[in-house]
């Protein structure tokens, strides 16, 4: 296939990494502190913190991403988009390479030359008669520009109408596979800001292994576009994202695993359920380094040998292992 093919498997992923004297995801409800489920010592960690590290490594590659800033400057997604489409559509070179041999290019350019207010583009995606027209042009900034939204999904709220894409690629919290002990600290840290200083305590774990569960729906990937070579990309940006770009604060975090089952025809996702459960580390305590913990993928590896082959449910799968000995 080719790589501008839209993705024709579903496949599930298991994704673990590391953190070393860092905090994973403050929480913002608990003075930043590290986010925890106190009932049981477990490290959590949002899908949105992880999305937000291959987000940002995604654009500093060269891609264009949407939920993003506009230059230097944090904007809402209305303006995000308004901003884009000025830049993309703002003359007839642009349009013609935009809209193709699209019948949507002549209603546009009709529309546009009619416009006398400001910003037209965006006028004219605010008005009601021309729901077609709106639909298409969001369609083609998913599929042509925003990668992110390819990978992830976004929702989009113009004037008269909205549209929602839901993300072929999802993932949900993850946790320590194991009890974490969080810094005892009362250190006060200043951060400079202009001309001005904040100060506030820095919190930290001492280590944590995070384990995350996730999904890629070929359906769904329908309705973004997400293609193979989107795909092989995400593949990439998860494993190098955690260590690319660290703040001071995410500092010693590195990926350990990436196991992704790619099903056949015939198999959904979620089929051999969490994929976290097929994982186990011992001691089921408190962990200072990573060599202190032996982690099982014995079970996981079970399962992929005894589903592989003709008439079985996995076609494929991707394996990067930097926790263990264990080939596939």
Avoid: C
Avoid at 50 to 56: A, E, G, M, T
Avoid at 94 to 105: A, C, M, Q
Avoid at 168 to 193: A, F, R
């Amino acid at each position: 296939m080719e790589n501008n093919t839209i993705i024709q498997e579903n496949s599930d992923f298991l994704f673990i990494y590391d953190a070393t004297l860092s905090n994973p995801n403050g929480d913002p409800d608990q003075e930043n502190k590290p986010r925890m489920d106190y009932d049981t010592n477990t490290n959590l960690v949002t899908d949105t913190r992880v999305k937000r590290s291959i987000r940002d490594y995604l654009k500093a590659s060269g891609n264009e991403i949407f939920v993003d800033m506009e230059g230097d400057t944090k904007v809402s997604p209305d303006s995000k988009l308004k901003a884009v489409i000025n830049r993309i559509l703002a003359d007839e070179t642009s349009v013609d390479s935009f809209f193709g041999e699209s019948p949507y290019k002549e209603t546009f350019v009709k529309i546009i030359s009619e416009k006398k207010a400001t910003d037209p583009i965006f006028k004219a995606l605010q008005d009601k008669k021309n729901l077609e027209l709106n639909s298409f042009i969001l369609e083609q900034l998913v599929k042509q520009q925003f990668i992110d939204i390819r990978m992830f999904g976004s929702a989009f709220a113009i004037g008269g109408f909205s549209k929602a894409y839901t993300g072929p690629i999802q993932l949900n919290w993850g946790y320590s596979l194991h009890k974490v002990d969080l810094v005892e600290s009362n250190t006060i840290v200043t951060t400079m800001n202009d001309d001005s200083s904040t100060f506030g305590k820095d919190y930290r774990v001492h280590y944590s292994m995070l384990a995350f569960n996730g999904t890629i729906n070929k359906h769904v990937a329908k309705s973004t576009g997400l293609t193979i070579a989107d795909r092989t990309l995400f593949r990439q940006m998860i494993w190098e994202s955690i260590s690319a770009m660290p703040t001071r604060s995410k500092l010693n975090q590195y990926a350990k695993l990436y196991v992704e089952i790619v099903y056949n025809e015939g198999f959904s996702n979620g089929h051999f359920g969490d994929l976290r459960n097929l994982v186990s580390t011992k001691p089921d305590e408190i962990i200072r380094k990573v060599e202190d913990v032996n982690v099982d993928l014995s079970k996981l590896l079970k399962i992929i040998r005894e589903n592989q082959g003709e008439g079985k449910a996995i076609k494929e799968v991707i394996f990067k292992n930097q926790l263990t000995d264990d080939k596939i």
